[in-house]
């Protein structure tokens, strides 16, 4: 604690501090349980999409993505260019269903669309791995808190579980992304810190630095080649990561329930068009960062290469810059833990709760239970944490990405059959469900077949089983489901309902015209990559 310094610790605990006295403010307007979970619908949009970005990034890409950046070099920019397209797909067909029903869970869409099972089964999934996934996100954090005090790791897993609990039981879902909004500044300008002091301290100027790393192959972005094994080719990048941040982006309780506190459609959508533009660059930052940190060091070996940003300010002495750089690194852990404990609660509420138990509910007793449940999964969530504590020298976000790589065909398989097919039912989707899971399995052990490719892979079986059987249980289904892309445009057509509020499109499968910006973005940002390779 002494090294670590009084300024330092003096600029950590003035951020938490903060976050506390923003949750307790909050917490005044916080009256029942929709409030807790979907605020007042009064945000503004772009304070939503910040929200996003800060909850979607996290400290895993603060240490992992330098840290697999380090070993991998800058092919791993590939795994995030296709935001665009993600965001795209996400706002065009996802949205609609969500915002116009009202709902507090997404996966109400799944019981309205086939029946109860099916919500209970992606609920059910979805609580598993946001359980993992935050688990992930714990243990990097306590990484963070364990390498300033020289204390263990478990403790402070403890530490930061009760910090973030504190302000997320207190103000809910305005409060996690109102305070979210400083994260992010306190995130991105930690990121710069480290970046401008990074390029100070280089052995040799920038265009040799980089020439060194071009030579050893670490300023590769592009790797053209269809090999399966390698998870950061372009196939890799554009086609099964697509995928997969699809899933993440739309089928996630935890992204889309702070869209749901948007004034109206078109905030909602105009708050995700944010992470569709920022995404890459600070990702891009990120990977830099640790491409550079390669050549720094010379390539050596890290007991933890997770470790390597907080590592890098420790040494370079400047005042102040560890205690940035830690508020930095557990801001970005806060915003991601908080989203996760308040969206599975909700999920745990009105998916199961509400579902199977008969007491009479309150708006007090559901705003009391809510917090119950919120402040249980954070306990839960602890165990995974310890465990993976024994994991030395993995990077985080691979680990975090390879966890939801085992679901997410799941999660897209159910709510893609959903939009697009006519003849699939709940009993044929279900059986598709449990054979997509077992074939990523059986890949995932027999085969050399990246992570990234599991979602593609799951969802072609989970497609090819649940139409055929569907058809061969139930027949052929005569109309298309009210629930489905064709039945919502059928819908607005036939009781003449308005299309768009406020220049934006409420029916599902309408490309609003703002939308092909984020395309001409990916076209852009793919010709960044292809003259980086070609030209440096």
Known sequence: MA??????????????????????FISRNVSTAEDFYKGHSAIPWWVIGVSVVAAYVSAMTFLGAPAWA???????????????????????????FFYNSGVISIYDYLEKRFGSASRLTISGVFLVTQALSSAAVLYGTSLVISFITGISVIPCIFIVTLIALTYTIMGGIAAIIWIELVQAVIFVSGAGIIMYTLLTKLPLPLAETIAELKTMGKINPLKWGLDFSDATSV??????????????????????????????????????????????????????????????????QFENDNMIILQFA?????????????????????????????????????????????????????????????????LFIIIPA?????????????????????????????????????????????????????????????????????????????????????????????????????????MFKERGLPEKQEGWYLVPGKVDPQLYYLLAFFGLTLAFLIGLQTWL
């Open 3 to 24: 090294e670590f310094g009084v300024l330092n610790w003096t600029i950590v605990i003035v951020v938490f501090t903060v976050f506390l006295a923003m949750g307790y």
């Open 70 to 96: 380090y070993k991998a070099g800058m092919s791993v920019i590939i795994i995030h260019i296709n935001y665009p397209i993600v965001i795209f797909v996400v706002v065009t067909f996802f949205f609609p």
């Open 235 to 300: 196939w890799a990048g554009v086609v099964a990561m697509t995928l997969y941040h699809i899933t993440v982006c739309g089928t996630n309780q935890m992204m889309v329930q702070r869209t749901l506190t948007a004034r109206s459609i078109g905030d909602a959508k105009k708050s995700f068009l944010i992470i569709g533009f920022a995404g890459f660059f600070i990702y891009f930052l990120f990977v830099s960062l640790g491409t550079l940190f390669y050549h720094y060091y010379g390539g050596k």
């Open 314 to 378: 420790a040494n370079y002495g400047l005042p102040g810059l560890m205690g940035i750089v830690a508020a930095a690194i557990m801001s970005a852990s806060m915003s991601s833990l908080a989203s996760a404990y308040n969206s599975l609660s909700t999920v745990t509420l009105v998916d199961f709760y509400q579902k199977f138990v008969s007491t009479p509910q309150t708006p007090a007793y559901n705003l009391r239970l809510s917090r119950i449940f919120t402040a249980s999964w954070g």
């Open 386 to 490: 310890i465990m993976y504590s024994t994991l030395a020298n993995n990077s985080i976000l691979e680990l975090l990405t390879k966890i939801g790589s085992f679901f997410v065909a799941a999660k897209l398989s159910m709510f893609g059959l959903g939009f697009f097919s006519k003849h699939t039912t709940q009993k044929g989707l279900l059986v598709g469900v449990v054979a997509g899971l077992l074939t990523v399995w059986v890949v995932a052990i027999t085969t050399s077949i990246s992570w990234p490719w599991y979602c593609l892979i799951g969802t072609i079986v989970n497609v090819g089983v649940a139409i055929p059987l569907s058809i061969l249980w139930t027949g052929r289904q005569p109309e298309w489901s009210e629930y489905s892309i064709p039945g919502q445009k059928r």
